[in-house]
C-alpha cells in the first residue's frame, strides 16, 4: 500500500485482491464496525451505500479488475465519529474535475455516479495520493428529524 495509510493506527484493516466478488469482504467490516459502534439505522444505509462506492471504485478503476492488486479497507473511530479509508495500488485519479452526473447529458449513463454518492451520504469525503486514497467521515450521532 502506499504511503499515505502506514502511519495510520486504525481500528481494524483489512486488504483483499481487486476481485468484483471481495466485494462482500468490505460489506462485513461494515456491518462489523457499525454494530460494534451501535451505529443507528437512520446512518448505516449511508455509510454501506458510500463505502460500497468507494470499494467498487478501489476494484473497478483503481486497479483496473487486477487480482494481483490489493484494496485496503480500514477505519478509525474517534469520539462521535468514524473514518473509513480505501486505498488502492491505481495512479488515481482527477478527483476534483469529475462530471456532475446530475446534468441532463449525464442523467442516463451506467456510470460516474460514485463519488457524487460518497460526497451525497458522508459527513466528509478527503482524496489523497492523487486519489488513490479516499477518507469518508461519518458522524455516529443518529440523525433526528
Not at 52 to 59: D, L, Y
Not at 93 to 102: A, M, N
Amino acid at each position: 500500500m502506499g504511503a499515505p495509510t502506514e502511519d495510520i493506527q486504525f481500528t481494524e484493516r483489512i486488504e483483499f485482491a481487486a476481485k468484483a466478488e471481495n466485494i462482500h469482504l468490505a460489506e462485513k467490516m461494515i456491518d462489523e464496525a457499525c454494530a460494534r459502534y451501535k451505529v443507528h439505522e437512520s446512518l448505516y444505509g449511508n455509510i454501506l451505500i458510500a463505502l460500497t462506492e468507494a470499494v467498487n471504485n478501489a476494484i473497478h478503476h483503481g486497479n483496473g479488475l487486477d487480482p494481483a492488486k490489493q484494496v485496503m479497507l480500514g477505519y478509525i473511530a474517534e469520539g462521535d465519529k468514524i473514518t473509513f479509508i480505501v486505498n488502492d495500488e491505481g495512479p488515481g485519479f482527477d478527483f476534483e474535475h469529475l462530471p456532475d452526473p446530475t446534468d441532463p447529458q449525464n442523467i442516463e449513463k451506467p456510470h460516474g455516479r460514485g463519488v457524487f454518492l460518497m460526497r451525497a451520504l458522508s459527513d466528509s469525503v478527503d482524496f489523497s495520493d492523487n486519489g488513490a486514497t479516499v477518507a469518508l467521515t461519518f458522524s455516529l450521532t443518529p440523525v433526528t428529524e
